[in-house]
């Protein structure tokens, strides 16, 4: 599977366009695929997240630009994402972990390796004044996002996603790219709310989970055991 860009310039043009109205606009984030990606039989594993809060503002900025400064946050020397104290970025080494049959290996193995094995995007790609966009300023992000997840299903095709972004951000978004309310099985044997189904076009598994911060361990890991007998790891 050769994957050659994580976003096409076409909607990269879009955003830009959209990002002239809304005032005080981060930088566009591009969704990251790791270099082993897709490279071996485990499944293919995408994390998507709400938005970032304060991406960097690269002038000019290009699809390009935006590219490599998704891949330098991620694995570049001083790469911030798998070595940060982020709940997000554990759990997505943890889950990738779980997934490649490597977790009894978690305490040697490099934090790159797993994020190097998965694919990093957003709900939204437009920050707004280093937070998340809320109101108006989400609302005008809508109908392109719901595009560009739609686009990232036929470009990456991934075979499990874990939609870490809590029960009530962006809803009806959610509910338009993978699946009305009524479409939803609830995860059995866990106290927090993990919705999952299977896309009944594509051979994926879609997870919608809390964020993982302040997820009390247990619970959090029970909820992965569980996604794992789903997916058959």
């Known amino acids: 599977m050769q994957l050659h860009s994580p976003m096409s310039p076409e909607l990269f043009r879009e955003l830009c366009d959209l990002r002239t109205n809304i005032p005080g606009a981060d930088g566009i984030f591009v969704p990251y695929i790791g270099k082993h990606y897709a490279e071996s039989e485990a499944p293919r594993l995408m994390f998507i997240g709400k938005a970032?809060?304060?991406w960097e503002?690269?002038?000019p900025m290009t699809l390009e630009s935006q590219i490599e400064h998704s891949k330098a946050?991620?694995?570049?020397e001083d790469a911030a994402a798998p070595y940060c104290n982020s709940a997000f970025w554990h759990f997505l080494i943890d889950v990738t972990l779980r997934m490649h049959g490597a977790q009894d290996v978690r305490p040697v193995v490099d934090s790159g390796w797993a994020v190097q094995r998965a694919i990093w995007s957003n709900l939204m790609k437009i920050g707004v004044g280093g937070t998340k966009p809320r109101g108006k300023d989400a609302k005008i992000q809508r109908e392109i996002s719901a595009?560009?997840?739609q686009d990232e299903l036929d470009r990456f095709e991934p075979s499990v996603i874990m939609l870490t972004v809590g029960g009530y951000f962006e809803w009806n978004l959610i509910c338009a790219v993978f699946g009305k309310e009524d479409c939803w099985s609830t995860l059995p044997n866990t106290e927090s709310k993990t919705w999952y189904r299977k896309l009944p076009d594509r051979n994926?598994?879609?997870f919608w989970t809390r964020?993982?911060?302040g997820w009390a361990l247990v619970e959090r890991n029970r909820t992965l055991d569980g996604i794992c007998r789903v997916v058959g790891r």
């Open 204 to 206: 994926t598994w879609v």
């Open 52 to 54: 970032t809060e304060g």
């Open 57 to 59: 503002i690269t002038e």
């Open 211 to 213: 964020h993982p911060q």
């Open 73 to 76: 946050f991620c694995e570049g």
């Open 147 to 149: 595009r560009i997840l």
